[in-house]
């Protein structure tokens, strides 16, 4: 399952009673994690000039490799499932 960042407890929930009714799910933030997070602590790492002064082209760089690659992820995630839903 794929869900909005607002979603994630509703979602949980839901995946939590499909696996008791025998259906194995995939969450895609449960394993992945936030992606806010994770462009965080790169964006803190490799693109922080100096204290809340951060490089807008490294930032913009760093954020949309990193979406890239949880998009094609998760296109792999949705061709090797029986169902694919989305909650938003």
Known sequence: MSHAHADEDDVI???VYLEKHGVKVFVDSCVWGSVFELLQTIDETYSK???NLYSYKSCLSTSANVYMILNTALHKMID?????????
């Open 80 to 88: 090797r499932a029986e169902l694919f839903l989305f909650l938003g």
């Open 49 to 51: 000039i100096e204290e």
């Open 13 to 15: 929930r839901l995946a």
